[in-house]
C-alpha cells in the first residue's frame, strides 16, 4: 500500500515535467479508484450506476495530502484520474452487460440502448464509443470531454492540463457537447 | 462527413455559434457557400448545441464539474432514451408554431413559439418522452400545470397551461411522430441572472432591487402553496427595466417525482433531489434539507434566495465548489464567507443573508414577506444602517432604476445611496412604478411634442393612447393610484397636453388650435388659433399660456387661458436666423419662462435658456440641452430648486436658483434613458414638487412592424416573397413593375428604401435624419419623388433611384407638401400642402424639372419660396390626387361635403367639371394602370373598385363594388397599397399582431426623483 505522501509526491514531480512520475502514479490511481468503484458497488444493488466524479474525488482525498498540493498538482490527479475512471467504468459495463446476457436478459445493442431507460451501464458504454469515434476526428475535443465528464475537472482546470487558454476549452468543450450530442441522438440528425 | 473537412466543420460551428441565433443561418449562408453538406453539417451541430448548449453556458464556470457530470449526462440520454424529434421553425404543435430553439435540458427541449391563436410569442417547454408515456404522472403534472397557471404576478414568468397534441408539418425529424406534451410559458426576453452575474459586479443598488423582486415573487408564490425548488441565477430572468422574472415555477417539484430508470447514486448522493438538480444544472443553491433528500416547504426558497443574494453581492454562490462532493459539503457543514460581501453592505442585508443562510430550516428566516421588508428596511434607511468601512464603493453613487410592471400596480423601492454627502442626502428615496397602458389604451408617440402631462399635483397623468385610426379621444387620464385610465371626451385629434397651474385643466392642441377642457370633462374651450403643430406649451400662474410651434422664427407665443388672440412673447435673433424657440415652461411667480433655442433638424445643438420677463431679455442656461423643466425643492432645504433638462437620451438635473436665474451646480443624471424625437421634444413631464414621468426610449421603437401582403381580388393573401418585416410605410410599385420604393420607420427616423421583387433585396435610398418618405416613382422608373423635413419642413426632393446619386431638393416652402402623382408627361408633380396656419390641404402641381438644378443658398430659399408658390398654378382643396394614366383626368379626396369623399377631375382644367365617385365616405384612391378602374377604400376600409372610362368624350363612372373588406394596416392618411400593374393584385401593408411580449410601451414615474442625488456645487456656483 502506497501512503499518501507518495502520491503527493508523485504528482508534484509529474507536474513539473518528470515522465516516469506518472507510470508509477498512474497504477496507483488506478488501483485506488477500482477499489473505490467496487466498494461503492458492493453497497449499491448489481445494477447501480457509479458516481464517477464523486468517485474520483473520493479517491482523490485519501491519497492526495491536500495541505501539500496546489491547485495545478490537483488538476493534473484529476486528469490522470479521469481516463483511469473512464476504463473502469467502461470496462464495469461491459462486464455487467456481459452478466445480463449469461442471466438470459435480452442482449441490449447500442442502438436499442438509448430505447431501455433502465440500463444504466449502457450510457457509459455509448458514451465511450462516441468519445472513441470523437478521438478519431477530433482527439483533443475527446481528451477535454473526458478530463470534464470523467474527471470532473473545470474549465480552468482543464485549460491547465492542456496547456492551453480556457477560452480554447470553453469553445472545445461545446463543439464537443454538440457533436456528442448529435452522435448520441443519431435520429436528432437534421 | 469525412475527417478531412472536421478541422473547417468546427472552425465554422464555433465562429456561428457565438452568433445570436437568429444571424446564423445567413452567416452560414456566407461563409459555407455552396457547400451545402458543409453548412448542413455544421448545421446539424448548432441545432445540438442549441438543445444542450445553454445548459452549460447559464451555469457559473466554477460549477461547471457538477454540471457535466457524467451521472447527469446519463440520466439526461435516459430521459431522451425514446428518440426525440428537433422541432424545427415552422412546426406546429397545436396552435402553435414553433420559431427558433431556445435551449434545452434534462426538463425538455425549450422553444420560442409562436401562438398562432393570441397572436404572441411563447416559450414551449417539450416535455421529455418518458414523461408523455406515463399517463398518471402525466395527468398529475396537468392538474399541477393548472395550480401553476394561477400564479399570476409581475415577477413571476407565467405558466399559460399546459398543450397536448401531436406535431404537423414538414420539421418533424423524429422516427415517429410522437405525442407533444408541451408546457406553454410566457417567453421572457432577456438576460438571466446567471448571465448578468458573469458579466461582471452587481452593484449593491442594483443586486437589492433584483433580490426584492425575488423576493416578492417567492411570498406570491409561497401564499398559494407554491414553493419553486430551484431557484438559482439561471431561473431568474431580467427583463427590460430592470423586471425580475422567475421562471420555472413550481416545475422542479413536477419533475422531481419522475420515475428515474433505476438509476441511484453514491451514498453520500442519496436523495433525489440531488439527482434532479444534477440534472437541471447545479446543487449549489440547493438547501441543506434539500441535500439530505428531506420533504421541502417553503423555507428551501429562502435558503436558495439568500444564496443567490449572496452570488448578487459577491459574485460567487456560497457554497459552490468544483465537484458536487465539495459543493453539498460546504451546503452541510461550511458557513459561507460573509467578509466577501462588499463592505457597504448594510447591516440589515447581512442580518438578511445569515438569517436565510441558516442551516436548520426551525431557525432560518420563515417568510418570503419577511424577506422583503427587512429589504425595504434596508433600503428605507441604508446611510445609517450601513458599515463605515472604507472602501471604495462607498463613495461611489449607485442609482438603480427599476420598475415593477405589474399591470401598473407594484411598485419597486428605489436605492439610491449617496454616502459621501450625508448632508445632502433627501430623506425621501425615490421610487418608481411604472404605467403600462393596456393595448386598446396604449401610448402614442408619433408627433414631434410630448405625449404625456404629470399634474402639478403629481395625482394625475394624462397620455396620448391609440394609433392614427382610433377613434374618440386620444387622451387619457389616468389616476396615479389607479389602474384604468379614463378618455377625455370630445377631442377627436387631440395632442402636447398640458396641465394648468391648479391640475384642474387640460390644455391641448387640436386642428390647429389651442384648447382647453376640464379634466372632469364637459365642454372644450378653444383659447385660439396656432399655426403649425406644437413644440411645447406651459400654463402659468398668471392665467396665461406660452406655447411655441414647428413654424420656423415665430418664437414663442402667449396666449390668454381664457382665450384670445396668440400674441408673440420672443422673436428668434437676428443673428440666428435658423433659430427657432420651442418647448416653453414658464417658472413660478411668472419670473421667466425657461425655453429651448434651436435649429430645426439639428436638435442635438439645442440649448436651454431662460427668459426673463421683468426685463424682455434671455440667456442661455445649458448647452446641448433640450426641453427644460423647473422643480421647486420639497426637501425643505431653501435652496432653490431644480431644472431638469434632456440631453443626449438622457433627463439630468442642476441646481437652478429662481431669483438669480442661474444654474448653481454640475448636472446629476435622474433618469439614464428617455425617449426623445427629432424634433427635439424629450417624453417627460414633472410635478410641481416631487414627481415625474417619463417614456423610456423603448417606445419610441414601437414601430409598427408590419409585412408586405399581396391580395388577390378575391381577398386571397400571399406574402410577398422574400420580404422581412419592417416599420413599412405605403408601397409604391414602380411603372416598369419590377421594384418597389417604400417607406420605413427605424428608430425614429423614415427613409425610402427600394424593393427588387427579382433580386428580393430591400436597400435604403435615402438615410436622413427625420422624415424622408412618401416616394412617387418617375414614369421611367429611374427617379424618385419623395418628401423630407430635412431643413424643418416637409418639401420636395428628388433622387435617381440607382443608388449613386444624392437627395436633390426641388421645392423649398413653409407649407408642408406631400407628393403624390406624376403627370402623364412626366413634367408635373402632383402634390398636395398644408399651408401654415392652415389645417386644410391643397393639391398643387409643381414643375419638375427645372428648379431642381438651381443652386441652394440661403438668399435663394426667398426666391424659392414664392417660386413654387406662383408656379403652383393649379390650386384647389383636396389630397392624395393621382393623375389617370392617360393623363386626362385627377382622381383625389377632399372633405368638403364634412367627410372624405372621392372626386375626379379633368386635368389640367380642374375648374371645368367635378364627378364624385364614393357614396358615404371614400379615401386613398388610384387609379388602375389600364386606366378602366378606380379603387378606393370606403369608410369601413373595404377596397372598392369602379370601373371607369376616361378614354371618351366624356368622364364615366360605373357602379362600384368591393373587391375585400379586410382592413389592412392604416400608417397615417396616405393611401397605404398600391395595385399591381396588371391589376389583378393589390400590395397591401399588414400590421403585425401587437406582440404581448414585446416591451410594451410604458411610462415610468418616479416620486421623490431628487431623492439621494449627490449635487455636486462648483465653485463658481459660491
Redesign the interface.
Known amino acids: 500500500m502506497v501512503s499518501p505522501p507518495d502520491i503527493t509526491a508523485l504528482l508534484s514531480d509529474w507536474s513539473r515535467g518528470d515522465r516516469a512520475a506518472l507510470n508509477l502514479l498512474l497504477p496507483l490511481v488506478y488501483a485506488e479508484l477500482r477499489r473505490a468503484a467496487a466498494r461503492?458497488l458492493r453497497?449499491?444493488r448489481a445494477?447501480?450506476?457509479?458516481?464517477?466524479?464523486?468517485?474520483v474525488?473520493?479517491v482523490y482525498l485519501r491519497l492526495v495530502d491536500q495541505r501539500e498540493v496546489d491547485w495545478q498538482n490537483r488538476a493534473h490527479f484529476f486528469g490522470v484520474a479521469a481516463e483511469v475512471m473512464r476504463r473502469i467504468l467502461v470496462d464495469h459495463a461491459r462486464r455487467h452487460a456481459a452478466i445480463k446476457r449469461g442471466d438470459g436478459q435480452r442482449c441490449v445493442s447500442i442502438d436499442e440502448a438509448?430505447?431501455?431507460?433502465?440500463s444504466?451501464e449502457i450510457?457509459?458504454l455509448?458514451?465511450d464509443h462516441a468519445l472513441g469515434r470523437l478521438e478519431?476526428?477530433?482527439a483533443a475535443l475527446a481528451k477535454i470531454v473526458e478530463l470534464?465528464?470523467?474527471g470532473?475537472?473545470?474549465?480552468?482546470?482543464a485549460a491547465h492540463v492542456l496547456g492551453v487558454s480556457p477560452s480554447t476549452v470553453k469553445?472545445d468543450?461545446?463543439?464537443a457537447?454538440?457533436?456528442l450530442?448529435?452522435e448520441?441522438?443519431p435520429?436528432?440528425?437534421? | 462527413m469525412t475527417d478531412s473537412s472536421w478541422p473547417r466543420v468546427k472552425a465554422l460551428f464555433q465562429a456561428a455559434v457565438e452568433r445570436p441565433i437568429e444571424d446564423r443561418h445567413a452567416f452560414l449562408i456566407a461563409e459555407a457557400g455552396d457547400d451545402e453538406v458543409l453548412r448542413r453539417e455544421v448545421e446539424s451541430l448548432l441545432a445540438s448545441d442549441a438543445l444542450e448548449g445553454s445548459f452549460l453556458d447559464r451555469l457559473p464556470t466554477a460549477q461547471g464539474s457538477v454540471l457535466d457530470d457524467p451521472l447527469a449526462s446519463q440520466l439526461a440520454s435516459a430521459d431522451r432514451s425514446v428518440p426525440h424529434a428537433v422541432l424545427t421553425a415552422g412546426v406546429r404543435v397545436g396552435p402553435y408554431e414553433i420559431v427558433a430553439p431556445l435551449g434545452a435540458g434534462a426538463m425538455g427541449e425549450v422553444y420560442r413559439a409562436r401562438d398562432t391563436k393570441l397572436n404572441r410569442d411563447v416559450a414551449l417547454k417539450v416535455l421529455p418522452e418518458r414523461f408523455a408515456l406515463d399517463p398518471d404522472r402525466l395527468a398529475r403534472f396537468a392538474r399541477e400545470a393548472q395550480v401553476l397557471a394561477t400564479l399570476n404576478h409581475p415577477n413571476i414568468a407565467a405558466i399559460y397551461g399546459l398543450e397536448q397534441s401531436s406535431e404537423q408539418g414538414p420539421g418533424v425529424t423524429g422516427s415517429a411522430p410522437r405525442g407533444g406534451q408541451a408546457l406553454v410559458l410566457e417567453l421572457v426576453d432577456g438576460p438571466t441572472l446567471s448571465d448578468r452575474i458573469a458579466q461582471g459586479p452587481i452593484s449593491l443598488g442594483e443586486a437589492i432591487t433584483i433580490a426584492r423582486q425575488i423576493a416578492e415573487a417567492l411570498q406570491a408564490a409561497h401564499e398559494k402553496g407554491i414553493v419553486h425548488r430551484d431557484i438559482k441565477p439561471a431561473n431568474i430572468k431580467i427583463a427590460s427595466h430592470g423586471v425580475v422574472k422567475v421562471l420555472d415555477f413550481g416545475l422542479a417539484k413536477v419533475w422531481e417525482g419522475a420515475p428515474h430508470a433505476n438509476l441511484s447514486t453514491s451514498p453520500n448522493l442519496t436523495g433525489t433531489g440531488v439527482v434532479e438538480r444534477t440534472i437541471m444544472g447545479t446543487p449549489a443553491y440547493m438547501s441543506p434539507e434539500q441535500a439530505r433528500g428531506q420533504s421541502l416547504d417553503s423555507r428551501t426558497d429562502i435558503w436558495s434566495f439568500g444564496c443567490v443574494f449572496f452570488e448578487m453581492l459577491t459574485g460567487r454562490a456560497p457554497f459552490a465548489a468544483d465537484t458536487i462532493a465539495d459543493t453539498l459539503a460546504a451546503i452541510l457543514e461550511r458557513e459561507p464567507d460573509h467578509t466577501m460581501l462588499p463592505a457597504d453592505t448594510p447591516v440589515l442585508i447581512r442580518q438578511l443573508l445569515r438569517r436565510c443562510l441558516e442551516k436548520d430550516r426551525e431557525r432560518r428566516l420563515d417568510s418570503a414577506a419577511r424577506a422583503r421588508l427587512a429589504i425595504d428596511d434596508a433600503i428605507a434607511s441604508p446611510a445609517a444602517e450601513s458599515v463605515a468601512l472604507p472602501a471604495p464603493r462607498s463613495s461611489r453613487f449607485i442609482r438603480v432604476a427599476i420598475a415593477a410592471l405589474a399591470g401598473g400596480t407594484a411598485i419597486a423601492a428605489l436605492v439610491a445611496w449617496a454616502l459621501s454627502q450625508p448632508a445632502l442626502v433627501a430623506p425621501m428615496l425615490p421610487s418608481r412604478f411604472a404605467i403600462v397602458p393596456p393595448l386598446a389604451q396604449r401610448l402614442n408617440v408619433s408627433g414631434g411634442d410630448r405625449d404625456l402631462a404629470l399634474s402639478p399635483d403629481g395625482r394625475l397623468v394624462v397620455y396620448r393612447a391609440g394609433g392614427t385610426g382610433t377613434a374618440g379621444s386620444p387622451l387619457h387620464v389616468r389616476s396615479i393610484d389607479q389602474l384604468d385610465a379614463r378618455p377625455l371626451a370630445n377631442i377627436g385629434g387631440a395632442y402636447a397636453p398640458f396641465f394648468s397651474p391648479d391640475s384642474r385643466w387640460i390644455g391641448f392642441f387640436e386642428s390647429g388650435e389651442i384648447k382647453k377642457v376640464l379634466i372632469t370633462g364637459g365642454p372644450v374651450i378653444t383659447l385660439g388659433p396656432v399655426s403649425g403643430r406644437s413644440l411645447g406649451a406651459s400654463w402659468g400662474d398668471d392665467n396665461s399660456i406660452v406655447f411655441a410651434t414647428d413654424e420656423r422664427s415665430t418664437g414663442l407665443w402667449r396666449v390668454s387661458a381664457d382665450g384670445g388672440e396668440p400674441t408673440r412673447l420672443t422673436t428668434p435673433d437676428g443673428a440666428q436666423p435658423q433659430s427657432d424657440h420651442q418647448f416653453p415652461s414658464v417658472l413660478p411667480d411668472h419670473r421667466g419662462v425657461l425655453f429651448t433655442i434651436a435649429e430645426p433638424g439639428n436638435a442635438d445643438n439645442a440649448q436651454v435658456a431662460v427668459l426673463d420677463l421683468t426685463t424682455g431679455q434671455w440667456k442661455t442656461l445649458v448647452r446641448g440641452a433640450n426641453q427644460a423643466e423647473y422643480v421647486n425643492d420639497a426637501s425643505g432645504s431653501g435652496q432653490g430648486g431644480y431644472l431638469l433638462y434632456a440631453t443626449a437620451g438622457t433627463l439630468r438635473a442642476v441646481r437652478f436658483d429662481l431669483a438669480r436665474l442661474e444654474v448653481q451646480s454640475d448636472p446629476v443624471t435622474v433618469v439614464e434613458q428617455l425617449m426623445t424625437k427629432p424634433s427635439g421634444a424629450a417624453n417627460y413631464a414633472v410635478s410641481r414638487r416631487t414627481a415625474l414621468v417619463y417614456v423610456p426610449p423603448e417606445a419610441g421603437d414601437q414601430n409598427p412592424m408590419r409585412s408586405l401582403v399581396w391580395v388577390d381580388r378575391n381577398g386571397r393573401e400571399e406574402p410577398l416573397r422574400g420580404a422581412p418585416t419592417r416599420g413599412y410605410g405605403p408601397p409604391r410599385v414602380s411603372p416598369d413593375g419590377k421594384r418597389m420604393a417604400i417607406g420605413i420607420v427605424d428608430q425614429g427616423r423614415t427613409n425610402v428604401w427600394i424593393w427588387d421583387f427579382a433580386l428580393e433585396t430591400l436597400k435604403p435610398l435615402t438615410s436622413a435624419a427625420g422624415m424622408n418618405g412618401l416616394p412617387v416613382w418617375t414614369l421611367d422608373s429611374q427617379r424618385i419623388i419623395f418628401m423630407s423635413d430635412r431643413t424643418g419642413v416637409l418639401n420636395l426632393y428628388s433622387q435617381t433611384a440607382d443608388f449613386t446619386g444624392t437627395a436633390v431638393q426641388i421645392t423649398t416652402s413653409a407649407s408642408s407638401q406631400w407628393p403624390t402623382s406624376i403627370t402623364r408627361d412626366g413634367e408635373w408633380i402632383v402634390a398636395f400642402e398644408r399651408r401654415p396656419r392652415m389645417t386644410s390641404s391643397e393639391i398643387v402641381v409643381f414643375p419638375l424639372t427645372s428648379p431642381a438644378t438651381r443652386p441652394q443658398s440661403d438668399r435663394a430659399r426667398g426666391h424659392w419660396h414664392s417660386l413654387a408658390e406662383s408656379i403652383a398654378a393649379i390650386r384647389f382643396n383636396g389630397s392624395w390626387a393621382t393623375v389617370s394614366p392617360n393623363g386626362r383626368y385627377l382622381v383625389y379626396q377632399s372633405p368638403e361635403s364634412g367627410r372624405n369623399e372621392v372626386y375626379v377631375r379633368p386635368f389640367p382644367e380642374v375648374d371645368r367639371d367635378r364627378w364624385q365617385i364614393s357614396k358615404g365616405g371614400g379615401t386613398r384612391a388610384v387609379w388602375a394602370r389600364n386606366g378602366l378602374e378606380l379603387f378606393y377604400l370606403d369608410e369601413s376600409g373595404a377596397l372598392i373598385s369602379v370601373p371607369v372610362q376616361t378614354s371618351g368624350p366624356r368622364f364615366v363612372a360605373g357602379t362600384s363594388s368591393m373587391i375585400f373588406d379586410t382592413v389592412y394596416a392604416e400608417p397615417n392618411p396616405a393611401r397605404h397599397y398600391d395595385v399591381s400593374p396588371d391589376g389583378r393584385r393589390f400590395l397591401m401593408l399588414k400590421d403585425r399582431a401587437a406582440d404581448p411580449n414585446a416591451t410594451p410601451a410604458s411610462m415610468v414615474v418616479v416620486d421623490h426623483w431628487f431623492g439621494g442625488l449627490h449635487w455636486r456645487v462648483p465653485e463658481r456656483g459660491k
Request: a positive charge; aromatic letters at 6%; hydrophobic letters at 45%.
Open positions: 461503492q453497497r449499491e445494477d447501480h450506476t457509479l458516481q464517477p466524479t464523486a468517485l474525488h473520493e438509448k430505447d431501455v431507460a433502465a444504466d450510457p457509459i455509448v458514451l478519431r476526428v477530433d470534464r465528464a470523467f470532473g475537472l473545470t474549465i480552468e482546470a469553445r468543450w461545446r463543439t457537447r454538440a457533436w450530442r448529435r448520441l441522438a435520429e436528432a440528425r437534421l
